[in-house]
């Protein structure tokens, strides 16, 4: 039937329209739902009331849940019937600057008609909070009335109507830095605009303001160097300035159909697909926050724990040349940007599936009232045509027997866009199991005007590729920690190592050998951990299995009950020096592995205030105090990284590129637990050629 081949390819969804997910039925929320806007409204009430911070102006940097204690969201998470859920207060962490200070507050938001403050502190530490959007906005519009920059744009021959600024934290880097004492100042750079969307294509380089933030005036200018501006031709990626586009039969549209609706439940911020359930939250620094993920074990006839609550706790991206304009791009995208303040509506039908359903979030904004960021977040289910598990049986007399069951899973999406780089961060659900994480980058790369116009007039260290003329993509790292505090059938966990270790027969049987003349083989030599120090782990060196496993539940057949961590590809580890100063700050992306005793308030793997933040209160630092890990409750912190050494093909706009890493059930189930599923029922696609055979 030829017809059918020009008809869409395979899965239509039903429910096209209206997938946001409807605000809670509760009464109560859950206690680990993100801030309401009502809730945030209250908070704000409550600190502009409060007699702790006098001093105007206030601007908010930082409101978030502050979670109940996890005793507590365990209890009303895993009540059983008898004993009902019990209501928990709402508290909000709140991080505010006026006065020239950072004001930490905990705000009880239980009764958003009466707030109250409950506690209030000044850090005294290093670093500062997330920049918010409207000082990046305000500093922006510095520039152009700052007369040395309005002659450094003249003397280039430019106009500065088309010539935009942006804010670039400026990293630490000690006592080299001293003129700014210790204020919250950041650096900007420029770039021209014109008529491309793409104006990191045509940065203004050589020219670096600096912003003292909180006086909101230049204090620092610098105009080294004029290379000429990339030409404009070639960097735009709109559809509408391409053109031809391809009009070929590329490839016949495909749109995913569920013609029996979708296979999963929201509730308020409760999934429930499969055998899973998980709560989905948002947090204006971290993004998605994955929550209390369970798993039935359909054999044990139980929900067992997996996962108390994830996020990705920093995006380190630190760029590799060492000249004026460039030393300092050693970004820390969430804790200096904020990942959820990043997030932009997700496309329908692009950036997820036609049978994806859509959650908003909420922030503040440097006024401290809440904005909608609608459709952040996207949950669907996927099926590409892979394979959960399969067997042909061939020799059996007269017959040849095939099972086969889809691999059907469950994405959990969002996308931050930090400035040039988009992000996608996919939670992924398995009826197996396993959770995945993967990050895919794309957007646009950071580059380098430079005087090149061909790769054979370089002659010393670009820094980078010259990806088109007189534009270098800088060479840089991409590193995404995230914070998983897995509470593997419970909450006492132990960190397992099983290094798989090469052995020699001896072909004596006296001394352990096996009389045969086999030479060689290998074996598993298994450790626990027990302290932080043995819970640091670079992946790169020994071949090793990590483990986390619950000592105190074993299969029937006594082994412990476990998930293990499987990377798949992006295991990059920093290469930069150990005194140099970004590495100080985020030493903790040496290793990929670290494992902590859980603590509430060791959250960001670079600190609290990650902003010229040194390196004195990060994961690493924790990390010292070399506490017991064994069969406690316990964190997995694992780094995925990424040296990108640009191309050509990613400019304009780069190309997909992703990383992942799962974690996967071990000796966890008794058996497959994909045993009972049942097949396929859904038959031959109408374009599908095997049908009429
Ligand atoms: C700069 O651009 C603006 C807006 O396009 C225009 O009005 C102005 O005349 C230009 N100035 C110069 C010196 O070309
Ligand atoms: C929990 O973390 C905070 C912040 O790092 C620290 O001050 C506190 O001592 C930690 N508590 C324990 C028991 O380690
Ligand atoms: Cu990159």
Request: proline share 7%.
């Amino acid at each position: 039937m030829p017809l059918l081949a020009l008809l869409p390819l395979v899965l239509v969804t039903l429910s096209a329209t209206s997938d946001e997910v409807a605000a809670s039925p509760h009464a109560h929320p859950h206690p680990l739902d993100p801030l309401s806007a009502a809730e945030l409204t209250a908070v704000r009430a409550a600190v502009l009331a409060s007699p702790f911070v006098p001093s105007r102006p206030l601007t908010f940097h930082y409101v978030g849940l502050d979670e109940p204690d996890k005793p507590d969201v365990l209890s009303y998470a895993y009540a059983t019937a008898s004993s009902h859920s019990p209501i928990l207060p709402r508290f909000a962490l709140v991080i505010a600057r006026a006065g020239g200070q950072s004001h930490e507050l905990r705000v009880d938001v239980t009764h958003v008609s009466t707030p109250s403050v409950l506690s209030h502190s000044i850090h005294g530490g290093a670093g500062f909070p997330m920049f918010t959007v409207e000082e990046q906005i305000a500093a922006g519009a510095l520039a152009p009335m700052y007369p040395p920059f309005v002659e450094s744009v003249r003397r280039r021959g430019l106009n500065i109507s088309e010539v935009g600024c942006g804010v670039f934290s400026k990293g630490w880097f000690g006592s080299s830095e001293k003129r700014w004492g210790g204020a919250r100042v950041a650096k900007m750079q420029c770039f021209v605009a014109g008529e491309t969307a793409n104006f990191y294509a045509r940065p203004l380089e050589g020219v670096t303001l600096v912003v003292d933030l909180e006086r909101m005036t230049i204090v620092g200018y610098t105009d080294r160097i004029a290379p000429p501006v990339p030409k404009e031709e070639g960097t735009d990626y709109r559809a509408e300035k391409i053109a031809p586009l391809f009009t070929g039969p590329a490839a016949a549209p495909g749109v995913v159909v569920q013609p029996e609706g979708r296979g999963f439940h929201m509730d308020g911020h409760v999934v429930r697909w499969a055998n899973w359930e998980f709560h989905v939250g948002f947090d204006m620094r971290a993004g998605t926050v994955i929550s209390l993920a369970s798993v039935h074990d359909a054999d044990a006839g139980q929900r067992r724990r997996v996962l108390y609550r994830g996020f990705v706790s920093e995006v380190f991206v630190p760029y590799m040349d060492p000249e004026e304009e460039w030393y300092f791009h050693t970004f820390m995208d969430a804790g200096e940007f904020g990942l959820g303040t990043s997030a932009f509506p997700l496309q329908p039908g692009s950036d997820c599936p036609a049978n994806a359903a859509y959650m908003d979030g909420y922030y503040v904004n440097q006024d401290g009232k809440p904005v909608k960021a609608l459709n952040v977040i996207c949950v669907f289910e996927r099926y590409a045509g892979d394979v959960a598990w399969r067997h042909t049986q061939a020799g059996l007399p007269g017959e040849l027997i095939t099972e086969v069951r889809q691999d059907v899973t469950l994405v959990v999406r969002m996308v931050a866009t930090v400035g040039n780089y988009d992000y996608t961060f996919d939670w992924e659900f398995k009826t197996v199991g396993t959770i995945k994480l993967v990050v895919s980058l794309s957007g646009i790369l950071e580059m380098k005007a430079t005087s090149y116009m061909h790769a054979d007039q370089i002659t010393e260290d670009a820094h980078g590729t010259l990806v088109a003329e007189n534009t270098v993509g800088v060479y840089h790292d991409h590193f995404v920690t995230y914070h998983l505090d897995l509470d593997v059938d419970g909450t006492k966990n132990s960190f397992v190592k099983n290094t798989v270790t090469p052995m020699r027969n001896t072909g004596d049987p006296s001394t352990g050998g096996a009389d045969t003349p086999r030479r060689s083989y290998w074996t598993v030599r298994r450790e626990v951990a027990e302290t932080e120090a043995d819970g640091q782990v670079g992946i790169n060196g020994a071949p090793v299995d990590l483990l986390f496993v619950n000592p105190s539940k074993r299969t029937k057949i006594g082994n412990e009950a476990g998930y293990r961590l499987v990377p798949s590809g992006a295991t990059a580890a920093s290469l930069l020096a150990d005194d140099d100063y970004p590495q100080r700050r985020a030493s903790y992306t040496k290793k990929q592995v670290w494992v902590t005793p859980y603590n509430k308030s060791e959250k960001w793997a670079p600190g609290l205030y990650a902003d010229q933040s040194t390196g004195d209160d990060n994961l690493a630092a924790w990390s010292k105090k070399n506490r017991g890990i064994k069969d406690k409750d316990i964190v997995l912190w694992y780094t995925l990284g990424l040296h990108h050494v640009p191309c050509q093909e990613d400019f304009p706009v780069m190309p997909t590129l992703s990383g992942a890493f799962e974690m996967r059930p071990f000796n966890f189930f008794e058996r497959n637990p994909l045993i009972r599923t049942r097949p396929s029922r859904q038959g031959h696609s109408p374009n599908c050629s095997c049908g009429a055979r």
